[in-house]
């Protein structure tokens, strides 16, 4: 049975359901794994959201930045931006069974020796640490505190992980690792402003992947959230975010062979 891994689809709902068919015509038993960022700016978040957690056991998905901006929104923490398409989610008659589904599902999955996380990993954290703090993350979104755990976990300090963080900074670091890191200095100190591509690292940084002595490299990591990176494989790395929301591709990658399946996506949003 093979194992495909989905790219951020972000409200695409017709890319997302062309791109499962071309996966079932070639793999009807497959199970699949998305990598996040399943809402937001596309014109279908609901049906999308819907689909997803209609795949039941499976599909396994972990949780991106705009995952967990919806939750934010729904829960008056944060306001909408001008580029929101969540109306349609947070006015459904499924709504609060949707939204406790999304915040129980993980931000790190570690599956036959490749790890999915939505953005990165920090250089200094191995796969099990890597899974240890994302546990650390879901408990707290899980549990009774959830609310709490959202309103603090907005901001971009620390900046920089350490073993010996402590209480919301040690939650919001492994968050903006998990979901939001590009670019870092060797130490791991993140560079959250620049979203471009590989040629405009700032001096001193790298995309966290060429970071040196990356205790992540004896795992397969997977990850989306950079759209201007585009696909990219190599031997221990797959870079999945296509960019479908702007009107780039919807990417599948099949982890036993790495075959790919694309779908060509219509342009939904406009970059700036």
Not at 18 to 23: K, W
Not at 122 to 131: C, E, G, H, M, V
Not at 180 to 209: H, Q, V, Y
């Amino acid at each position: 049975m093979n194992t495909y891994v989905i790219g951020d689809i972000q409200g695409c709902q017709r890319p997302l359901l062309e791109l499962m068919a071309r996966i079932d015509a070639v793999s009807p038993t497959s199970t699949t794994l998305f990598a996040g960022d399943l809402v937001n700016r596309g014109p279908d978040s609901l049906a999308a959201l819907r689909t997803v957690k209609g795949l039941g056991k499976r599909a396994r998905t972990v949780l991106g930045n705009h995952d967990l901006h919806l939750l934010a929104v729904s829960q008056g923490i944060r306001p909408m931006h001008r580029s929101d398409t969540l109306d349609d989610i947070l006015h459904a008659p499924d709504r609060d069974a949707l939204l406790d589904w999304l915040r129980r599902q993980p931000l790190a999955i570690l599956q036959d020796g490749h790890l999915l996380v939505h953005a990165g990993v920090a250089p200094q954290w191995s796969a099990a640490q890597t899974l240890d703090l994302a546990h650390e993350v879901e408990t707290a979104l899980r549990g009774p505190h959830w609310v709490d755990f959202l309103r603090a976990m907005y901001g971009n300090t620390p900046e920089r992980w350490d073993d010996a963080l402590t209480g919301a900074d040690r939650l919001r670091c492994v968050v903006n690792i998990l979901t939001r890191i590009r670019f870092c200095a060797p130490d791991g100190t993140m560079d959250f402003a620049t979203k471009e591509g590989l040629a405009n690292a700032l001096p001193g940084t790298s995309p966290w992947f060429d970071a040196p002595q990356r205790r992540s490299e004896d795992v397969t990591v997977i990850f989306g959230h950079w759209s201007t990176l585009g696909l990219l494989q190599r031997p221990n790395l797959i870079a999945l975010d296509t960019g479908c929301v702007w009107g780039g591709k919807l990417t599948a990658v099949c982890l036993e062979d790495r075959s790919v399946i694309q779908i060509d996506c219509p342009q939904c949003q406009k970059p700036g």
